[in-house]
């Protein structure tokens, strides 16, 4: 069952503004990770955050995670058109199952 | 490149029949893989772990003798959806880790299967 709840839903800005989407779980976790996927595609795998882990930088990507609230958060910053994709935050409580979030729907508009 | 691959990308099949979908690992052994389906619009579901050697694990609610998965080698995991119906019609994916044990997991580029 899914026990990850993302929001928005949908997110639309113009390119150059930032996006931060956010993730919310239930149980406790080992790690949780962040994809994009292009519509109709597979996923790709953007960044990883471990229990341990409070905040994480890659490139244009910064995830922050807070496991008193359960929460994460996925900011993209110079969003681009190219960035408009569905991103789904995954959660890992072991053994490398995965529980996925809700996703969203991020539309850069040019 | 690509380190999980899938086959058929997509599929289209009559009610009743049998699909079998691929799932390799391209330069490393896998002996864990994970299926998942995911409806339009929505996330992904985890069906199964694929266990290299050993009975697959399924999850709650996923039906093991309608989705037959067998992991016979240390590269190729292959998921059956028996006797298909239009309402199997999905996205399926499949994802490995790269080494045993590892947190960060290769998805494959998913099957469309179309069930008329």
């Known amino acids: 069952s899914q026990q990850g709840e993302e929001d928005p839903q949908a997110l639309s800005i113009q390119e150059g503004e930032n996006a931060t989407m956010n993730c919310s779980y239930k149980?406790?976790?080992?790690?949780l990770q962040w994809y994009r996927q292009n519509s109709g595609r597979g996923l790709v795998h953007l960044i990883l955050?471990?229990?341990?882990?409070r905040e994480k930088h890659s490139g244009r990507l910064r995830v922050t995670l807070d496991t008193s609230k359960k929460s994460s958060s996925l900011l993209i910053t110079a969003s681009r058109a190219a960035d408009t994709a569905s991103y789904f935050c995954?959660?890992?409580?072991?053994?490398?199952?995965?529980?996925f979030g809700e996703g969203t729907q991020l539309t850069v508009n040019p | 490149g690509a380190v999980v691959s899938q086959h058929p990308s997509w599929v289209i099949c009559k009610s009743g029949t049998s699909v079998k979908i691929e799932c390799r690992s391209l330069?490393?052994?896998?002996?864990?893989m994970f299926w998942y389906r995911q409806f339009p619009k929505q996330s992904l579901m985890l069906m199964a772990t694929?266990?290299?050697?050993?009975?697959?694990?399924?999850e709650q609610g996923v039906e093991k003798d309608k989705f037959l998965i067998n992991h016979a080698s240390l590269t190729l995991s292959t998921l059956t959806v028996t006797s298909a119906h239009p309402e199997d019609s999905s996205f399926y994916i499949c994802?490995?880790?790269?080494?045993?044990?590892?947190?960060?997991?290769?998805f494959g580029p998913g099957t469309r299967l179309t069930v008329l």
């Open positions: 994802s490995a880790p790269k080494r045993e044990g590892q947190d960060t997991q290769y």
């Open positions: 149980t406790s976790i080992n790690n």
């Open positions: 955050i471990r229990s341990n882990e």
């Open positions: 995954a959660t890992d409580s072991g053994g490398s199952r995965l529980t």
């Open positions: 330069d490393f052994q896998a002996t864990t």
């Open positions: 694929s266990n290299e050697g050993s009975k697959a694990t399924y």
